[in-house]
């Protein structure tokens, strides 16, 4: 009852009874790499829009900085829970 009680981060239980934890820590490693090659498209979609209308690439910051947040989260919640 005590390994239930410490979680399945802490340490006591065998690899093979915490399969699922590792499997959502690949999961937000995968979307980590997702965000960041959507930060990258995003930004060159500025440059492309920038080209055109500047007020067209300047609605792109607030969604940059939203993806930068979001990237920071997500990287925080796999680092803490690799």
Known sequence: ISALAAG?????WPPHQRPLGT????LRLLALIWLFLLLLIVILMYF?????????????????????????????TWFLNR
């Open 23 to 26: 499997a959502i820590c690949r």
């Open 48 to 76: 492309a829009f920038d080209k055109i209308s500047h007020g067209a690439a300047y609605l792109q910051i607030p969604y940059v900085l939203w993806l930068c947040f979001a990237a920071y989260l997500n990287f925080g």
């Open 8 to 12: 399945p981060h802490s340490g006591r």
